[in-house]
């Protein structure tokens, strides 16, 4: 796959103001990448999961007033959609690239997978590296640092997926914008294959859900 990467102009996308105006240049300018990330990576991790996987691309198609803050593409095991389903996501906000698995709030399985991670959170926790991140919202743009929160805050992020409906948990990195614009597009396809791998253990905790 030849990919050219991320570069100062998709990221600028964010700060046009308009909904009308920020969709056309976000369709113009990031959608075609994350089409082609999407290509590449459903077909890696349907590899690397041993499910089919497949990709879909944040259409936006419900804002009407408020012009999106970040966009993304998720990979699910379902065609219809990845919402529901504990998922992986590569996306950007203007400050930083997010490579992610995520659980969001319309997947009714939280508690089932929050109860899985408590049981393994040793195994996972010592399998997180330390510069990973945590998020509990995955439309805000910060994060929590896998150091700083796995002695502490961690357990506590899983009873809230568990307990609160509108509750979500993400993991996996940030690349910031000036980090990410200098990255060449096969650094970039390598660094993401390493991070699903890193974070493949989340994703076969949500294996274990469907198939007991």
């Keep these: 796959m030849h990919f050219n990467g991320f570069n100062e102009n998709d990221f600028s996308v964010f700060a046009i103001d308009g909904l009308e105006v920020r969709m056309e ?3 113009e300018r990031v959608r075609p990448k994350l089409e082609e990330l999407g290509k590449h990576f459903a077909l890696e991790l349907s590899s690397s999961t041993g499910e089919e996987m497949f990709y879909h691309v944040a259409k936006h ?3 009407t007033v408020n012009p999106p803050n970040d966009t993304w593409v998720a990979f699910s095991s379902s065609n219809r959609g990845y919402k529901m389903l504990p998922h992986f996501q590569i996306g950007l906000f203007e400050t930083h690239i997010f490579i992610w698995f995520a659980v969001i709030y319309e997947s009714p399985v939280k508690k089932e997978f929050a109860a ?3 049981k393994e959170l040793k195994t996972v926790s010592k399998a997180i590296p330390d510069d990973f991140v945590w998020s509990q919202d995955h439309m805000k743009p910060d994060a929590f640092l896998h150091r700083d929160v796995k002695k502490g805050k961690l357990p506590d992020f ?3 997926l568990a307990n609160v409906k509108k509750a979500e948990l993400l993991c996996g990195i940030h690349i910031p ?4 614009v200098q990255m060449d597009g096969n650094v970039f396809i390598h660094r993401t294959e ?3 791998k890193t974070l493949m253990p989340l994703y ?3 294996k274990k859900i469907y198939s007991e």
């Design 116 to 118: 899985l991670l408590k």
């Design 158 to 160: 899983i009873n809230t």
């Design 25 to 27: 240049k976000l369709i």
């Design 61 to 63: 198609a419900r804002r």
């Design 194 to 196: 390493s991070v699903f």
């Design 177 to 180: 914008k000036e980090k990410a």
């Design 204 to 206: 076969e905790l949500k």
